[in-house]
């Protein structure tokens, strides 16, 4: 791997996180002050509870052979 990647794979995370909060400085959260519907928050609790785990979207990628 080269030098290049190495760097770009640490800060990569970081870069992210700058975009994000930029676009949401700009354009704001579109779904500030809604309410949850019922159904909803109910699904959340659940999933929320589940022992489950989720799998990184990277690992999704690798495996789908997906550039990320």
């Known amino acids: 791997m080269s ?3 190495i760097i770009i ?3 990569k995370p970081w870069i992210e996180e ?3 909060k930029k ?3 700009l354009i704001g959260d579109p779904d500030y002050g809604l309410e949850l519907r019922a159904d909803v928050r109910k699904r959340l609790k659940k ?3 589940s022992k489950k785990k989720s799998i990184p ?3 999704v990628a690798k495996e789908l052979k997906l550039k990320w």
Do not use: H, P, R, T
Request: glycine residues 0%.
């Open 57 to 59: 979207a990277e690992k």
């Open 23 to 25: 676009v949401i400085e």
């Open 9 to 11: 794979d640490k800060i």
């Open 18 to 20: 700058i975009v994000e």
């Open 3 to 5: 030098k290049n990647v």
């Open 47 to 49: 999933s929320l509870a």
